[in-house]
């Protein structure tokens, strides 16, 4: 799982924009990666988090131990994200400004509950809507997450020395270490030979 938290002045955003910056979804992988090197080099401020298939294992049990969702590991990613892209800002920007927050609507409590302490940060107004790829800063930092997700399938590939994008779930689970490549709680082991 990666999220990521991009911060953009106007002119930035404009200029993402007429440089094709739109949903990730509705991208190749190559352009993903061109306009994921372009927007980090252009932000005022780029974090990314990432929660490694392992950690997201262990992590997914802990969280639903406590009765909670993949929402609340989400949301919790995003205020990580949030927070630190906040600070690398607030390092160069002159005190006091303001900072609006822009968060594709995923659950509207679990956000708000995890993002408390971002509200409480002096100038800073935060917005959960659906549909928030519109905004410029959130599609790019949905470019920059999807490029890091990709460059991690490529890495952990290379080494394992497996085509990641063409296993199948069933040769995934039946891997002895797939757990470090795989959402294992998504996934059923099948019968072993």
């Known amino acids: 799982m990666t999220i990521s938290a ?3 002045t106007s002119e930035q955003s404009i200029r993402l924009r007429a440089k094709g910056v739109i949903d990730s979804k509705q991208l190749t992988l190559s352009r993903v990666r061109e306009l994921a090197i372009l927007i980090k080099q252009l932000a005022t401020a780029c974090q990314t988090v990432t929660i490694a ?8 049990i802990e969280i639903r131990s ?10 919790w990613g995003h205020s ?4 630190e892209a906040y600070d690398e800002l607030r390092a160069k ?15 509207r409590i679990k956000t708000e509950k995890r993002l408390n302490r971002i509200w409480a940060l002096p100038g800073v107004t935060v917005e959960q809507r659906p549909l928030a790829e ?7 930092a949905g470019i920059v997450a999807r490029d890091a997700r990709e460059e991690w399938i490529d890495m952990e590939g290379q080494k394992l020395g497996i085509d990641l994008r ?10 002895p270490h797939f757990s470090s490549i795989a959402k294992t ?9």
């Open 93 to 107: 920007m002159p005190s006091p400004f303001r900072t609006r927050v822009v968060i594709d609507e995923f659950d």
């Open 6 to 8: 991009v911060a953009l």
């Open 53 to 60: 298939r392992r950690r997201f294992n262990e992590f997914l």
């Open 134 to 140: 519109e905004e410029t800063p959130v599609a790019s």
């Open 80 to 83: 990580k994200a949030i927070a």
């Open 66 to 75: 406590e009765c909670k969702s993949l929402n609340d590991m989400l949301a």
């Open 185 to 193: 709680s998504f996934l059923k082991p099948g019968p072993t030979s």
């Open 166 to 175: 063409k296993l199948s779930a069933v040769d995934a689970v039946n891997l």
